[in-house]
């Protein structure tokens, strides 16, 4: 018997969220079986009601329980499609659809990133279909939430079908999953984690969100055009000061000379009123102050409403971290007299024509419309899909020298290296990482990037 499903959305007025029943009782059987998505072009004239053994390609995913140990693929019993002039690449998802905690039929919250990032990368899948002379079978798993679970997933064998993965998002599952594919020279894209150094020795594993190093490093980089180091401070509370050797590091990376100054401030403070800002204040030239703290946002608010209480005419710029876009007590006048920047790894100019088209094919697919998730999925599948047909599986090898062009900006790979005594001491390859990060300043309109 055949589950079909199709994408529900459900408003939330008092939240302003839209969430959306994406495979209903078809995660439970995910939870076990993946799901397999072709590229294969979908032929005229096909019986437009399944057939019991295939279900038919269409725009809704079709699920089946499945009894042999091996997925559904799209296609017609005794109608055989055109076989692709290109080479066949598995890939295989693995995303936290979370199944096991769904109730009354009902999807959990959590659920929204999987869904979300299934949905743009399954519209990235079609694109590719069109465009590229190449087949790809995805598999789509369910992660699930606990380190328990995955390891269970872990053990199917029918993961050692995939040579390229997409997934896990939970880092301890990324961490894992590395060594696994690193054993068997898979090809692992870790499409959300931003965390560094969750692999080593492992050149074909390809980390898409940039770390907060490559954070770090861009703000240093930025600041550094205009600004010599004494002019700019580092403040953070004491929890937070292992992330300024970042800012440090970078100068001399950079080939730069001097230190930024650095102003640590203890994890009990509330306010600024028994620290002194002033004696960080240049007269004749902008002082900049650069605050890599997210947790707390009546810390990062109290800073900000003590230099703009100490500033008079000194002119003044802040860099903080990306979090703080999403943050509603701020005052936008703050954000705006004290010139604050932050770092991002995304930024999407809804006028531009491509951005439009995704999110109207993703309401027409969906009924709903795409969240910076969604736009992730597309993206990672698109680059992936593209770097497939033009390179085959050694595309890691070639991927230092491509800089893809994404809805969300830019994908610009960076080697990360290690150095340890069992190399004597010589660079070792541990894995890319994208580092593209935008700088984006605030302005009457909000974040904007400056180049």
Not at 219 to 244: G, H, M, S, W
Not at 295 to 312: E, P, Y
Not at 319 to 333: F, H, K, L, T, V
């Amino acid at each position: 018997m055949y589950y079909e499903f199709q994408v529900k959305k459900l408003i939330d007025k008092m939240k302003r969220e839209i969430l959306f029943l994406f495979f209903s009782i078809g995660l439970l059987l995910a939870a076990c079986n993946p799901v397999r998505w072709s590229t294969d072009p979908v032929r005229p004239n096909q019986p437009g009601k399944p057939i019991p053994g295939k279900p038919a390609p269409m725009d809704t995913i079709r699920w089946t329980p499945n009894n042999t140990g091996k997925p559904p693929i799209g296609g017609v019993p005794g109608k055989p499609q055109s076989p692709s002039t290109g080479e066949t690449y598995h890939l295989a998802f693995l995303l936290p659809f979370l199944s096991n905690q769904m109730t009354d039929g009902t999807v959990s919250d959590k659920s929204r990133l999987a869904l979300q990032f299934y949905a743009g990368a399954k519209i990235a899948l079609q694109q590719l279909s069109s465009e590229l002379d190449i087949n790809l079978v995805a598999d789509v798993w369910d992660t699930q939430a606990t380190d328990a679970d995955f390891q269970k997933l872990m053990a199917n064998p029918q993961l050692e079908k995939a040579s390229v993965f997409i997934g896990p998002i939970r880092s301890s599952h990324v961490q894992t999953f590395a060594e696994w594919t690193k054993k068997r020279h898979k090809i692992l894209i870790s499409p959300e984690s931003p965390t560094a150094d969750l692999t080593t020795q492992n050149p074909d594993f390809l980390q898409i969100n940039p770390s907060l190093r490559a954070h770090c490093e861009a703000i240093t980089r930025y600041i550094r055009k205009t600004n010599k180091p004494d002019a700019v401070t580092l403040v953070c509370k004491q929890k937070e000061a292992d992330r300024l050797p970042y800012f440090q590091n970078a100068i001399i990376g950079s080939s730069g000379s001097g230190r930024f100054a650095e102003l640590v401030i203890p994890d009990e403070t509330i306010n600024f009123d028994k620290v002194d800002l002033k004696k960080h204040l240049h007269v004749d030239r902008t002082s900049v102050f650069v605050l890599p703290s997210w947790a707390s946002q009546d810390f990062v608010m109290a800073f900000l409403r003590k230099l703009k209480d100490i500033k008079g005419t000194n002119r003044i710029e802040v860099y903080g971290m990306p979090q703080w876009r999403n943050y509603d007590a701020i005052d936008p006048e703050y954000l705006s007299s004290l010139n604050v920047h932050i770092s991002s790894a995304s930024w999407f100019d809804y006028s531009a024509q491509d951005v439009k088209g995704f999110q109207q094919k993703f309401y027409e697919t969906t009924g709903t419309i795409p969240d910076e998730d969604g736009f992730n999925g597309y993206d990672v599948m698109m680059f992936t899909g593209r770097m497939l047909a033009s390179y085959g599986l050694s595309f890691p090898a070639r991927i230092g020298t491509v800089t893809g062009n994404t809805l969300r900006g830019q994908y610009a790979f960076s080697k990360i290296f290690s150095t340890s005594a069992l190399d004597d001491s010589h660079n070792t390859l541990d894995y890319w990482e994208n580092t593209f990060v935008h700088i984006l300043k605030f302005d009457k309109f909000g974040f904007v990037p400056v180049e």
